[in-house]
């Protein structure tokens, strides 16, 4: 079955400590997005990137990294930098090309907790 | 900027009554439309979406929404809700820019009761 796959589902780590978020996808998308969900927010940006080896800066880059050296895969690094990392994260992904297809596909999200 | 408002946090409705989430946007630009649906715990699923064409756009679940140009407005409805439906529901917009960016709402629950 294509899809988008995160994991871990829930992830503990104490503050300080960088961790690394997983996102895969056999849906042969270009395009690759990383959101935070907090409560009574919506979705907002991180990162994301149109193709292998490019990335551009969302809204609240600010304390987070990403790489894509391959076309499946997009990961999330959370640094010791991010003031307030605990909350839901959500990876998507799209075709690119014609705007028209650009509906985001969405991973099962992976609940992060820093204490 | 473009930007997406949802006019409700929270809406309470018994089952089988009809429901409406509303949604505004702003943006100089043309635009995509997106509803989504995000149950707990979850990943969002897309519910339907406007791109051209007619203003009234079905998709799955019983959900339609009406794009109205003239007043900014995407809102979604339902004639008859089941407690199945509750859930959170995100309206999204993406210009015609050559990224892929959606701006999110805040995001309406909508809270179905027996």
């Known amino acids: 079955d294509g899809g988008i796959t995160q994991s871990p589902k829930y992830l503990f780590r104490k503050e300080g400590q960088n961790v690394t978020l997983s996102c895969e996808q056999n849906?042969?998308?270009?395009?690759m997005y990383w959101y935070r969900q907090d409560p009574g927010q919506g979705l907002r940006l991180i990162y994301y990137s149109q193709i292998v080896n490019d990335f551009q800066k969302g809204d609240i880059a600010e304390g987070y990294s990403v790489s894509r050296e391959k076309k499946e895969s997009f990961p999330l690094t959370v640094t010791s930098a991010q003031k307030n990392p605990t909350a839901f994260y959500l990876c998507?992904?799209?075709?690119?090309?014609?705007?028209?297809?650009?509906?985001?596909?969405f991973g099962p999200g992976t609940r992060l907790t820093v204490t | 900027a473009q930007s997406v408002t949802q006019l409700d946090s929270q809406v309470p409705v018994f089952e089988e009554a009809p429901v409406e989430l509303r949604c505004n946007y702003s943006s100089s630009v043309s635009v995509y439309l997106f509803w989504y649906v995000q149950y707990p715990n979850q990943g969002l699923q897309l519910l339907l979406k406007y791109l051209s064409g007619s203003t009234l756009v079905k998709g799955i679940n019983g959900f339609e929404a009406e794009f109205n140009k003239s007043q900014t407005s995407f809102h979604l409805r339902k004639p008859s809700v089941h407690i199945s439906d509750t859930a959170e529901y995100f309206c999204a917009v993406k210009g015609s820019s050559n990224t892929g960016k959606l701006i999110f709402g805040q995001g309406t629950t909508l809270q179905v009761k027996p």
């Open positions: 849906l042969n998308h270009d395009a």
């Open positions: 998507a992904s799209s075709i690119a090309g014609t705007p028209s297809h650009r509906e985001q596909y």
